[in-house]
């Protein structure tokens, strides 16, 4: 199809574990940095709710996680919002509007251009820490309550702060919510509902009760790391953040001078019954996702693909699952350079900073952006040894 519309990626900004910015988060790609660490005190009291068993009543076998540095310092004033409104936002909200003023920097894209503009923001958010930590203290409760804990607020404060006019949604299908995000975006430029998409998603960690659910469904890592595409791969480790991506039309990213860091091409679906219990992944529904986007909606040929960003959890489920797919639709699709079959890569960027969940994809689209930029495959972590249920060598993966 190749009168679909084009859509550029404009602007990015991020906040990641051990990364206040882009700048900071290709140090921690490229130098192959771990910020999965040992949760520390000032979050809650690791010891009170950590038990090694993981049937053990009200307690988590986790001590670590991917987490922000000075997560609960902003300059709301920057933002003209005053104190007590600042003191009753959920933390997501302050961490989505840095890291769209971060994206609208990098672009330069000032507030006077999108003022008043059919700009639609859609960002994925899963988690309500902020106010699950109030449940059932009544004193804890203000007027402030009302927006600070709500998640449709989350995408609702950029587009008050910026007066943007297009729809805005905060979208929650769990571990997919922020390429889901990207999706609709791209179909609202398409549709020509809007001029401009911010779009990405978020997570913050406050209160220790998802860990102990994923501790009693054994999708935590014991030991506290996301061992992707590795035989040792026990679960993942959690971790929060944001990043934003800014999307426009390529034609109008040209007319407008834009700095374009790549064109974004995008799909979706459902596994609906094609993988038992639900929480299963399906081989099925990702191989036809695959063949979809290359040889139907948009002609692509997969042998340009180099390197794929993978969603590497590292579960023993999963990433079985999801590279034996990938692999089984690259393979019949080598890279070929004058008659040399050349290496595809494979990485997960959460080995770096964990699962960021309803923010994972936001920082798998950044990582590859940043790749692109300086033209270097950066490492994946704790890879080896390699999982025995996933043949790379067949798949001609690395």
Not at 294 to 322: C, F, K, M, R, W
Request: hydrophobic share 35%; proline share 5%.
């Amino acid at each position: 199809m190749g009168d679909v519309e084009e859509i550029a990626i404009v602007g990015i900004g991020c906040r990641f574990p051990g990364a206040n910015n882009i700048k900071e988060f290709w140090k921690v790609l490229v130098n192959g940095e771990n910020h999965v660490n040992e949760i520390p005190k000032d979050r809650w009291n690791l010891d009170a709710i950590y038990d090694p068993d993981p049937d053990a009543y009200g307690k988590t076998y986790v001590r670590r996680a991917g987490l922000l540095s000075k997560h609960d310092i902003w300059d709301n004033a920057f933002f003209g919002i005053a104190e007590k409104e600042a003191s009753e936002m959920d933390p997501q909200q302050r961490y989505v509007l840095e890291c769209v003023h971060m994206a609208l920097e990098d672009g330069g894209i000032t507030r006077a251009e999108i003022d008043g503009s059919p700009t639609s923001v859609y960002i994925g958010a899963m988690n309500s820490d902020s106010k699950t930590s109030k449940d059932g203290d009544y004193s804890l409760m203000t007027n402030y309550s009302v927006t600070g804990d709500a998640a449709s607020i989350i995408t609702a404060r950029v587009s008050y702060n910026y007066n943007l006019l297009g729809p805005s949604l905060t979208i929650d299908t769990a571990c997919s919510s922020s390429l889901v995000a990207v999706n609709l975006a791209t179909q609202s430029l398409r549709l020509g509902e809007s001029s401009m998409a911010i779009c990405g998603g978020v997570n913050s960690i406050l209160y220790p009760d998802m860990f102990v659910t994923l501790t009693k469904a054994r999708m935590a890592s014991p030991t506290g790391q996301c061992q992707a595409f590795s035989a040792n791969a026990d679960g993942y480790a959690r971790g929060e953040g944001c990043g934003i991506v800014i999307l426009e039309r390529l034609s109008d990213a040209r007319k407008n001078g834009r700095h374009i860091w790549a064109t974004i091409r995008t799909g979706c679906n459902q596994d609906g019954q094609t993988a038992k219990p639900i929480t299963a992944p399906s081989e099925i529904q990702q191989s036809r996702l695959l063949h979809d986007m290359y040889l139907d909606s948009y002609n692509i040929d997969p042998s340009d693909v180099q390197y794929i960003e993978a969603h590497g959890t590292g579960t023993p489920i999963g990433d079985p699952v999801e590279v034996n797919s990938l692999g089984s639709f690259f393979k019949d699709y080598p890279i070929q350079h004058e008659d040399v079959t050349e290496q595809r890569f494979i990485g997960s960027v959460k080995t770096n900073i964990g699962h960021l969940e309803s923010g994972a994809g936001a920082a798998s689209i950044i990582k590859t952006l940043l790749m692109m930029k300086y033209g270097k495959i950066v490492p994946s972590l704790h890879s080896i040894p390699r999982n025995p249920r996933i043949n790379f060598e067949k798949y001609e993966l690395d």
